[in-house]
Nanobody, 126 residues
Framework: HVQLVESGGGLVQAGGSLRLSCAAS????????MGWFRQAPGTEREFVAA????????YYAGSVRGRFTVSRDNAKNTVYLQMNSLKPEDTAVYYC???????????????????WGQGTQLTVSS
């Protein structure tokens, strides 16, 4: 069983930066692909970024590519989402998720992820 706890959300002005963290419990974290998703009010949860267990494969949604960077530190059981050049449309609750199926390629849809954090709010003001 894995527990995920996100942190680092908050209020930031457009153009600013913020880094989200997702701390995981469990000894097998380093075997799991990890994903970041977000959900704004009235919308479906959408893919933001994903990273393979080794960190060697990363994927990004088109809307954040070039602005966001996903990384992980398996020694610290933590995955990060560095967000730069933030826009008001990035405002959402951000969730991290873990895929325990040992896939090499990290999924880009919510369904394969079986562990989810509680979410952290990011608000970008214009």
């Amino acid at each position: 069983h894995v527990q995920l706890v996100e942190s680092g959300g908050g209020l930031v002005q457009a153009g600013g930066s913020l880094r989200l963290s997702c701390a995981a419990s469990g000894r097998t974290f380093s075997n799991y692909a990890m994903g970041w998703f977000r959900q704004a009010p009235g919308t479906e949860r959408e893919f933001v970024a994903a990273i393979s267990w080794s960190g060697g494969i990363t994927y990004y949604a088109g809307s954040v590519r070039g602005r966001f960077t996903v990384s992980r530190d398996n020694a610290k059981n933590t995955v990060y989402l560095q967000m730069n050049s933030l826009k008001p449309e990035d405002t959402a609750v951000y969730y991290c998720a873990a895929d325990s199926s040992w896939q090499t390629v990290p999924p880009r849809t919510p369904q394969p992820y079986d562990y989810w954090g509680q979410g952290t709010q990011l608000t970008v003001s214009s």
